[in-house]
């Protein structure tokens, strides 16, 4: 059976290892792209969350590719992602699309649901090769995220436009190819090595922007506009704030084999005095994240992103400009959707990084921390 | 001492509940004034653009309330109503919301009602709703909310029996009850699908139900239904429950679209209202699956009046021009009967 997931991220690499271990067959709809988009916003509600459209575009692109089944993830309690599965179901029946639905209903325990579900998904019922699955998509997850840390550092630093990413690609194939442990890290160390030797200029004037806001489109790149490079040229060194890391941590990963707190737990407390309580999505990690960038001045600015008409982020961006004055901290909230123009984005993230700029050097609050990263 | 209730959200729901409560307790409850289009801008001034209208409203009538004077503004946060069935994030973070917008010295009761919390339940929503004013003798608050559900069940059982909400509510606070024996029938009747604080909110829903009566049509709502027969129409969409509030869309959507007696479905959004947009969506495909007509109507502070009305008119035009054809074809059925016999006659 010829499985399909949709697209969040990188995600799709750390999840297609996890199934061909199993030894399913993956079919990777094409990357998020305008056709996507279309085809998703032709079908679905007009007033529905921006992930959820790309979600069906991916989901009918990869039918056209020949996927007999579809994986989708519900999680409890949040926000609407936890009716896509039941409302995507019925989309793609009156379609006429004939494809199986795999739903990972995280309502009922987490670790049997998983189990389960694989088993129905690859037909692979050995629970060894299931762990040794999960692991090796956890330990993807990690690798992409930490060589992305790194990027970040590089990106804002690099002599000529575009050179880091370059490098960076190159080891992302090695990434993706890895089926083991040591094949993976040794991708990640010279992905690493790759993005090292990109000829940078250690002295540049830096600002630090912290990323946050709803995990799927801080994610994307498409429906981002790739906001992380962009930032990236106009020489700005960027903390994602959201990983996804910590979005599996807390969403996917049982909480017996959590190690630490997680992101949402650290967040929580430090929104307290903003938000009292949890209003599902990533509202409270948002709002959290901020204030934390302004209580420790680790950040210059804060660039919060949310598809547009997201229920939980609408929270959040009403309660930022409170967080802004209280915590003396820049924020700029971006609304993302399928009308989004680029030079008019483009514009005013330039705007948002020249004020950040004039208003370091009037009082440059902001260690650099961003040594410490590497 | 006294208290003021934002007339908008939440107060269509329980408003007889608090006011039976709170008037055990000794406390008096300050209403703000209806809505009005200076009172919407006024909220939709405080939130962001993107905030669906309810809230915006609900942010005009606090402002109001703090205008009046009262400086005590009761905003609950209603989390989930059962385990796992949560609310929409901007209701439940309402109190949240207005804390941070309003600028302006106050006090806001924030009660909590989450029973996917065990710590969370009925009564200690309202032991919070009453601890803030000095009130902490549970039993008082016990006893006290007998007296919110006796107000709240004279209430039900007016709506279900067809009295329209702001009768019944009237009714319920001043302790009478009124039943409606017979109803003058309409022409047409459609069920009206939406929350209870848009289509009683005369200002957002342009008062609809007057203009459904104008043009002789009789309309239902998710009011007139018990609990049952939402649960039956949750399941006829072959959904579960999901939203705190999907009774009364889904579940009301279902059970009418099922319903013989019930010519046509009017829905109505706020714009920018999240759980709608799926469930407006589920009930749009079934609609089409049980062959029912469905008109969708959004509403937002610039929706024109003008343009709303044509909308609703050429519906119901269109359910009794329908109706008519389906009574003329079956009263054709008849007639041809008749006419074979004739001419068989006029043979013989």
Redesign the interface.
Known sequence: MKIAFPHMGKLYIALGTAIEILGGEVVVPPYNNKRTLELGSLN??????FPYKLVLGNYMEAIENGAEAVLMIDS?????L??YS??LR??LT?LGYDVKFINFDL?KGKLKELYIKFKEATGNANPITLIRAINMALLKIKILDDVDRVLAYYRARELKEGDADKRYFRGLGEIEAALGYKEALKAKNNTIKYIKSTPIDKNKEIVTIDLVGEVYVVLDQFSNLDIEKELGRLGVHVNRQINLSDWVQASIMPSVLRFGKTHEEKARSSARS????????D?IESIGDVALAGKHHSADGVVHLLP?????E??A???L??VRCKEDIPVL?L?LDEHMGRAGYITRLEAFVDLLKRRKRVEPKVHSLSTAII | MKIGIPRALSYYDYYPFWHGFFSELGIELVLSDKTTKKLVSAGSSL??S???LPVKVYAGHVLNLLDKGIDVIYSP?I??IAP?I?N???L??L???IR??VNKNFLLI?P?L?K?EPKQGFYQYLYESVAPLGITNKKLIKKASKAGWECMNNFTLMTRSGVDVPTAMRNAINGKISLVSTQKEGMVKVAVISHGYNIYDEQVSMKMFKKLKQLDIEAYTAYNLTTEQMEQGIRNL???L?WANEHEMTGAAGYYLKDNNIDGLITL?A????????M???IT?YAKRFNKPLLNL?TDEHTGEAGFVTRIEAFTDMLIRKKRTSIVNSLKKQVPKKEEEKKLVGVE
Do not use: H, W
């Open positions: 679905s509600p007009e007033a529905v969350c409890p309690g949040i926000c609407r936890g009716q039941t409302s019925t989309t009156d309502y903003f938000l009292k309580r949890d209003v599902g999505g509202a547009f008409t997201c229920m939980p609408i929270v961006q009403n309660i400009p409170n909230s609304v | 939130v962001v993107e905030t669906c946060s989390q989930s796992k949560y929409c994030s901007k439940r973070g109190p949240d919301l941070n917008v924030e909590t989450d996917s072959d959904t579960l999901y959004t714009f920018g209202c999240g759980p709608d947009s799926l407006i969506e589920r495909r959004t």
